[in-house]
């Protein structure tokens, strides 16, 4: 079995992740190639598009003009795909039929009312742009009322298994409010024939991988382990796919595409690149926070927080080395005592003063969008550089604001999924960043 070094696997994601090398084009480029973005809030999705060279506005015009399509993919979060891939994934989400499990149906709705909304969903949709409210109120009298209820849920997981059939989507939202639509497709694939195009593209950017990871990516592990097995030997025995080991010949066998291992193979390993990237990047939720070889078990809880929430990272060559606050390249957690190189530090810090629209010192300026919509307003923070003689020095009121913004973002990502917990941990930092600049401003008044 090939051994591949680890450090030439990463070099070579890094290029395919277009982190390295030439840059994408346009966002429905990065959402093909990365199976798509994560986009419980769409500003997600905007930055991780933007760190990898379209402009984040590239992605609204997409979801406009029908290349991008937004809707609950991957691991049952929503998700910026490319519209013409999306059948695909959700032809291997639909396959597993998780909402026919047992403690599903205990928790949400049985597999029959699931049916019936099913073969309701198209009508009450008819081509339209409804709003959750209104797709209810056109189902409702055709469903029990506690089903009814469950509908109108802001986690909206009863709808989740009509989006993974491939029977509606997300809308342009209204008034801040989400709206679902009919899809731009007449069916699904066959999962098998998906399967033989899905899993050669994963490997591709996030391998080589094992089964296991693949599907823990997929659907947190809930595909049929027979499915799972067979869809990957078809592909070893169609000669599209090569088991190999990574680091050592020791360990569960990966899998990675057979196009692929002479450069795995002879491909070089680059200098040690500095990234700063977005929170929920596909560079750690594609393999996931549980590998080693892209973020260290011991720092996995710094990254992967409290209800799902996946921290923004700095990464040297392809390894996550701490964490930094989305706002100010400045405000950086690393993992270890280590100096970064200044001229590294400097290009990112004027790359994220791109994509977030803040002056070049990369202190302030605008952070993540409030409502999660793709035409929502950003918030600011205060650009105007402090003189000599402020009582409290740009740093604090930067830290201070990014605080408060971090919050708001916290608080608009949980409103986004119906996340009370993570609402509530957003809503405490913004309260504690806004207390700190109050006192601060109360230190002002006392000095001048």
Do not use: C
Not at 153 to 171: D, I
Not at 213 to 218: E, G, M, N, S, V
Request: net charge neutral.
């Amino acid at each position: 079995m090939t051994v591949l070094r680890p450090g030439r696997v990463l070099a070579r994601r890094a290029a395919r992740h277009f982190l390295a090398g030439p840059r994408a084009a346009r966002a429905v480029d990065v959402a093909a190639r990365l199976l798509g973005l994560q986009a419980q809030v769409v500003a997600a999705a905007e930055q991780a598009v933007a760190v990898r060279g379209p402009a984040a506005t590239d992605v609204r015009d997409g979801l406009a003009h029908g290349s991008l399509v937004r809707t609950w993919s991957a691991r049952g979060t929503l998700h910026v795909l490319d519209t013409r891939q999306a059948p695909d994934v959700l032809a291997l989400l639909a396959a597993a039929r998780t909402w026919e499990k047992g403690a599903w149906q205990r928790e949400f709705a049985t597999a029959a009312e699931i049916a019936r909304l099913a073969e309701l969903v198209g009508g009450a949709l008819a081509g339209e742009v409804l709003t959750r409210d209104e797709l209810v109120a056109r189902l409702a009298p055709h469903v029990s009322g506690e089903l009814a209820t469950r509908l109108s849920s802001g986690w909206g997981t009863v709808l989740k298994p009509l989006a993974w059939q491939g029977l509606l989507v997300n809308g342009a939202p209204r008034g801040g409010r989400p709206t679902f639509t009919t899809p731009p497709w007449d069916a699904l694939p066959d999962p098998d024939d998906a399967a033989r195009r899905v899993i050669p593209a994963y490997l591709d950017v996030y391998g080589p991988a094992s089964p296991a990871t693949f599907d823990a990516w997929l659907l947190r592990g809930g595909t049929r382990r027979a499915t799972l097995r067979r869809w990957f030997a078809d592909l070893v025995d169609a000669g599209t796919v090569t088991p190999v080991a990574v680091g050592s010949a020791e360990g569960e066998p990966r899998y990675a595409r057979t196009a692929d291992l002479d450069d795995l193979t002879d491909g070089p390993v680059p200098p040690d690149h500095l990234r700063f990237l977005p929170a929920f990047d596909p560079w750690v939720l594609g393999p996931g926070t549980r590998d080693t070889e892209v973020l260290a078990a011991e720092h996995r809880g710094r990254v992967s927080r409290t209800a799902g929430w996946i921290s923004p990272v700095v990464v040297r060559a392809g390894r996550v080395i701490g964490t930094w606050s989305g706002v100010d390249v400045h405000d950086v957690e690393l993992f270890h005592d280590t100096d970064l190189p200044e001229a590294e530090v400097a290009a990112e810090r004027e790359r994220w003063a791109r994509v977030l629209g803040t002056p070049p010192d990369g202190r302030g300026g605008s952070g993540w969008t409030g409502s999660g919509t793709p035409g929502a307003e950003r918030v600011e923070t205060d650009p105007t550089p402090s003189t000599e003689g402020d009582a409290m020095s740009g740093a604090d009121k930067a830290e201070n604001k990014g605080e408060e913004l971090k919050g708001k973002v916290k608080e608009s990502a949980g409103s986004a999924v119906g996340n009370e917990s993570l609402e509530a941990e957003g809503k405490a930092d913004q309260t504690k960043g806004s207390l700190k600049q109050a006192g601060e401003k109360v230190k002002d008044v006392f000095k001048s």
